[in-house]
């Protein structure tokens, strides 16, 4: 199955909730959502996310010196950030609930087609 749409739904949300804790730049973010188990998602598509979630005002930017390389842009939650990942929290945890009480094997659904 291509799992590629629902996760696309699901980026916003993913890359929140991995910044929420602790600021990171691009690499280290890509590393951190592999490391969650999140390996099919593409660069190209992380990177876009942080851009749009940075115009958005839901990340900040800022520049730290690098002993290994370039300076790196490190992102990081405003406060309307934290607040939207609050939102869509609550919002995934009611359709994961909904979405649970559909796939109850011991629900009424199963019962009905006995």
Same mark, same amino acid.
């Given at each position: /199955?291509?799992?590629?749409?629902?996760?696309?739904?699901?980026?916003?949300?993913?890359?929140?909730? *991995?910044?929420?804790?602790?600021?990171?730049?691009?690499?280290?973010?890509?590393?951190?959502?592999?490391?969650?188990?999140?390996?099919?998602?593409?660069?190209? #598509? *992380?990177?876009?996310?942080?851009?749009?979630?940075?115009?958005?005002?839901?990340?900040?930017?800022? *520049?730290? @010196? #690098?002993? #290994?390389? @370039?300076?790196?842009?490190?992102?990081?939650?405003?406060? @309307?950030?934290?607040?939207?990942?609050?939102? /869509?929290?609550?919002?995934?945890?009611?359709?994961?609930?909904? /979405?649970?009480?559909?796939?109850?094997?011991?629900?009424?659904?199963?019962?009905?087609? #006995?």
């Amino acid at each position: /199955m291509d799992r590629s749409q629902l996760l696309k739904g699901l980026l916003d949300i993913i890359v929140l909730r *991995v910044l929420e804790t602790e600021d990171g730049y691009g690499y280290e973010i890509l590393h951190r959502l592999r490391a969650a188990g999140f390996d099919e998602l593409g660069d190209a #598509s *992380v990177y876009g996310t942080l851009r749009r979630l940075y115009r958005a005002g839901y990340l900040s930017t800022y *520049v730290q @010196p #690098s002993e #290994s390389g @370039p300076h790196r842009k490190y992102y990081a939650l405003t406060e @309307p950030g934290r607040k939207y990942l609050r939102q /869509m929290r609550d919002a995934w945890e009611d359709v994961s609930t909904k /979405m649970q009480a559909l796939f109850d094997t011991s629900g009424t659904a199963k019962k009905g087609r #006995s």
